[in-house]
Nanobody, 127 residues
Framework: QVQLVESGGGSVQAGGSLLLSCAASGRTFSNYAMGWFRQAPGKEREFVSVVSGKGGNLFYEDSVKGRFTISRDNAGNRGYLQMNSLKPEDTAVYYC????????????????????WGQGTQVTVSS
């Protein structure tokens, strides 16, 4: 089982940066892909990024490519989402999630493949 605790959310002006962290506890972290999702008020939760368990495969949603960077530290049981050049449309609650789907090189996009979720952290970007 995996428990996830997020930190790093907050308020920032457009063009600024935030680093989101996701601390994991439980079973071997490298067995799980780590994904980031976000949900804006009145909107459905959407995929942001994912990195496979061994870190070799990753994907980004088109709107964050070139601005966000996903990474993980398996030795420290922690995942990260570095968010640069933030825009007001990035405002949302951000969730980290863990998936045991596939193998250590699988990087799932579908939310249904994630069985463990953090509590969410608010990111607010003002213009």
């Amino acid at each position: 089982q995996v428990q996830l605790v997020e930190s790093g959310g907050g308020s920032v002006q457009a063009g600024g940066s935030l680093l989101l962290s996701c601390a994991a506890s439980g079973r071997t972290f490298s067995n799980y892909a780590m994904g980031w999702f976000r949900q804006a008020p009145g909107k459905e939760r959407e995929f942001v990024s994912v990195v496979s368990g061994k870190g070799g495969n990753l994907f980004y949603e088109d709107s964050v490519k070139g601005r966000f960077t996903i990474s993980r530290d398996n030795a420290g049981n922690r995942g990260y989402l570095q968010m640069n050049s933030l825009k007001p449309e990035d405002t949302a609650v951000y969730y980290c999630a863990a998936s045991s789907y596939g193998n250590q090189y699988t990087a799932p996009i579908a939310q249904a493949r994630y069985e463990y979720w953090g509590q969410g952290t608010q990111v607010t970007v003002s213009s």
